[in-house]
């Protein structure tokens, strides 16, 4: 581990770094602990101004290109910047839950799940971590787009099969569904949990059998079982009459639920474009560590959602 590629790269490049790591730190602390206090309340502002920071220095990262000089990495900025405004705006009219679940999303999306996919080869985070031979380069670390990169989403759209789309749009409709406030039958809880830990298996075992691609799926499958659990344990799910059961709306699944879809797509685009990486244990362990984060979060979240319902949760809240 080295920090001289960092310090090499563009002011942009490291106060995005720097700004992201805080954030991560901060957030997990933030939105994870008790709510509605006084240090919650300055310790949230502090962390919007960090994200905020994290989102629009990006902007001025150009390393990957897919369209001009830009690429999906703005587009999560974008995505990141409205979700800020929407959870600062929920707080405000004091829709606390779908506030706590905006800004969890936002954390998933924007730091855990894009921040993974900074540590791919050739990336300055690769360079970081594991001193590659690209960091002793004159030049800056990133390595610079291949000819015709301009084109590369174009020429992905066109290759892509044609089941794909009804999958994502079948996946879109269950986050949109899980997105309202329902009543569901029993085996409607658990729909999400398993269409995500069956994608999230299928993303770990078409990667092969590799050891740092399980490795990654273990290590990843900690931190999701803690935040699952800790979301489970909060969300208000009740027995109606006739064994349904009342869920509130979120955005968490939705989120989930296309983190396991361009996981899945990542890895075929790595294989059919970049086959070098398919054996890089980097990739294989990053890749890893994202399916068995989703997968456990999910499935740790629906088990704590299925014990408030069960008779001895029931007794205790008696």
Same mark, same amino acid.
């Given at each position: 581990?080295?920090?001289?590629?960092?310090?090499?790269?563009?002011?942009?490049?490291?106060?995005?770094?720097?700004?992201a790591i805080l954030a991560a730190l901060l957030g997990a602390v933030v939105l994870f @602990?008790?709510?509605?206090?006084? =240090? #919650? &309340?300055?310790?949230? !502002?502090?962390?919007?101004?960090?994200?905020? %920071?994290? +989102?629009?220095?990006?902007?001025?990262?150009?390393?990957?290109?897919?369209?001009?000089?830009?690429?999906?990495?703005?587009?999560?900025?974008?995505?990141?910047?409205?979700?800020?405004?929407?959870?600062?705006?929920?707080? @405000?009219?004091?829709?606390?839950? =779908? #506030? &706590?679940?905006?800004? !969890?999303?936002?954390?998933?999306?924007?730091? %855990?799940? +894009?921040?993974?996919?900074?540590?791919?080869?050739?990336?300055?985070?690769?360079?970081?971590?594991?001193?590659?031979?690209?960091m002793k380069a004159s030049v800056p670390v990133e390595i610079p787009p291949a000819p015709?990169?301009?084109?590369?989403?174009?020429?992905?759209?066109?290759?892509?099969?044609?089941?794909?789309?009804?999958l994502f749009a079948a996946l879109l409709l269950l986050g949109w569904l899980r997105s309202?406030?329902?009543?569901?039958?029993?085996?409607?809880?658990?729909?999400?949990?398993?269409?995500?830990?069956?994608?999230?298996?299928?993303?770990?075992?078409?990667?092969?059998?590799?050891?740092?691609?399980?490795?990654?799926?273990?290590?990843?499958?900690?931190?999701?079982?803690?935040?699952?659990?800790?979301?489970?344990?909060?969300?208000?799910?009740?027995?109606?009459?006739?064994?349904?059961?009342?869920?509130?709306?979120?955005?968490?699944?939705?989120?989930?639920?296309?983190?396991?879809?361009?996981?899945?797509?990542?890895?075929?685009?790595?294989?059919?474009?970049?086959?070098?990486?398919?054996?890089?244990?980097?990739?294989?362990?990053?890749?890893?560590?994202?399916?068995?984060?989703?997968?456990?979060?999910?499935?740790?979240?629906?088990?704590?959602?299925?014990?408030?319902?069960?008779?001895?949760?029931?007794?205790?809240?008696?």
């Amino acid at each position: 581990m080295t920090l001289q590629p960092l310090l090499q790269a563009s002011f942009f490049i490291q106060i995005h770094v720097l700004a992201a790591i805080l954030a991560a730190l901060l957030g997990a602390v933030v939105l994870f @602990r008790r709510k509605g206090t006084p =240090a #919650h &309340r300055l310790s949230g !502002r502090i962390w919007v101004l960090l994200m905020v %920071i994290t +989102a629009l220095s990006s902007f001025a990262i150009h390393t990957i290109r897919s369209w001009g000089p830009w690429s999906f990495i703005h587009l999560i900025s974008i995505g990141t910047l409205i979700a800020l405004v929407a959870g600062i705006a929920l707080a @405000r009219k004091h829709q606390i839950t =779908a #506030h &706590r679940f905006t800004m !969890r999303s936002t954390y998933a999306g924007a730091l %855990i799940i +894009a921040g993974t996919l900074s540590f791919m080869p050739g990336r300055i985070m690769h360079a970081v971590l594991f001193g590659t031979d690209v960091m002793k380069a004159s030049v800056p670390v990133e390595i610079p787009p291949a000819p015709g990169a301009t084109n590369a989403f174009a020429a992905i759209m066109e290759n892509t099969p044609l089941w794909v789309w009804p999958l994502f749009a079948a996946l879109l409709l269950l986050g949109w569904l899980r997105s309202r406030d329902s009543i569901i039958r029993p085996w409607q809880l658990f729909a999400a949990p398993a269409v995500v830990a069956a994608l999230s298996l299928y993303n770990l075992m078409s990667a092969g059998l590799f050891l740092s691609a399980f490795a990654g799926f273990a290590l990843g499958v900690i931190p999701g079982a803690y935040f699952g659990n800790a979301i489970g344990r909060r969300d208000k799910v009740t027995m109606r009459q006739g064994g349904r059961i009342a869920v509130p709306g979120e955005w968490l699944s939705m989120a989930v639920l296309l983190g396991v879809f361009v996981l899945r797509y990542a890895n075929g685009f790595v294989t059919a474009m970049m086959p070098h990486l398919r054996y890089d244990p980097v990739w294989l362990a990053s890749s890893g560590l994202l399916s068995g984060l989703l997968a456990a979060l999910v499935v740790a979240r629906c088990r704590a959602q299925w014990r408030q319902l069960s008779p001895e949760a029931s007794l205790s809240r008696a």
